[in-house]
Each structure stands twice: as C-alpha cells, then as structure tokens.
C-alpha cells in the first residue's frame, strides 16, 4: 500500500481508530501486507502460527477440529493468542475469500501494543468480546 492510501485505510479499521495521523503513518510502516488465496490457511491449528493479523479486504473463517466457529472480516484480527502466549494456534483461519491482512510479526507485537495503548485497549475489549459470546453458546 502507498504510505497516504495505506494511512487512510488504517484509520477506518476500528482496531487503529484512537490513533492520531502521524500514529498511524508509523503503524502503516511497521506492519507488512500478505494476501492469501480464497481456501489458503493463514493458520493451522496446532501447527503454525506466529503472526499478529489484522484483515483489510476479505472473509476468513476460524475453524476448530474441523468445525467453523466464526467468521471474520475487514477490521478483525487473529493470532493474537498464540503470539501472546507463546503456543501454537488454537484453530484454522482460512481465507473465504481473497483475504489481504496486515501482518506483524509475532515478536514485535508486545512492544507495539504497549507504544499503542488505545489499539491494546480495543484489543482487549474485541477479545473480552468474544470471549463472552463463546460463553454463552456453550
């Protein structure tokens, strides 16, 4: 993405939506792009992970022991877990679509976030999130 496109739509993703222009210039230069073919998996449960991503353009679907559970789209993100933690994945993520992610390498996330306390602060209200609704269909 050129820098001012690239700028523009990272302030309409809500994970970056408290951050100020020169922020989110800096964020724009800190995270790689990768597109995935419709059907590709991103991750693999129990198998590979490593990455923090966060979906500009597509479908992705979570998938665990072969059942989707919930499907993401622009301005959701995944592999937050596993790179926090430290394990592998806890599911497939598998494009549904021809799926564009921002991506930032899983050891470079801890320090972003806390140089970013308003995108860990929407980070941990989205995964509190799904955390309840998790809880309430099971």
């Known amino acids: 993405m050129a820098a001012p496109e690239a700028v523009e739509r990272l302030a309409q993703l809500a ?3 408290d951050l100020r222009w020169p922020e989110l210039e800096a964020v724009a230069h800190t995270f790689d792009e990768e597109v995935f073919a419709q059907g590709q998996r991103v991750l693999r449960q129990g ?4 990455s ?3 979906i500009v353009e597509g479908d992705a679907a979570v998938v ?4 989707e559970r919930a499907r993401l789209g622009r301005g959701d993100f ?6 926090l933690l430290g394990g592998v994945p806890i599911a ?3 494009a549904e ?3 564009r992610c921002l991506v930032l390498p899983g050891p470079e996330l801890e320090g972003f976030l806390l140089e ?10 989205a995964v509190a999130r799904r955390l309840r609704d998790a809880s309430r269909w099971s």
């Open 97 to 99: 679509t021809l799926l």
């Open 47 to 50: 198998i590979t992970g490593g």
């Open 15 to 17: 994970l970056f939506a």
């Open 78 to 83: 995944f592999g937050e877990i596993s790179v």
């Open 64 to 67: 665990i022991d072969g059942q």
């Open 116 to 125: 970013h306390p308003p995108v860990m602060l929407r980070m941990l209200q």
């Open 52 to 54: 923090f991503y966060v």
């Open 92 to 94: 497939d993520v598998r």
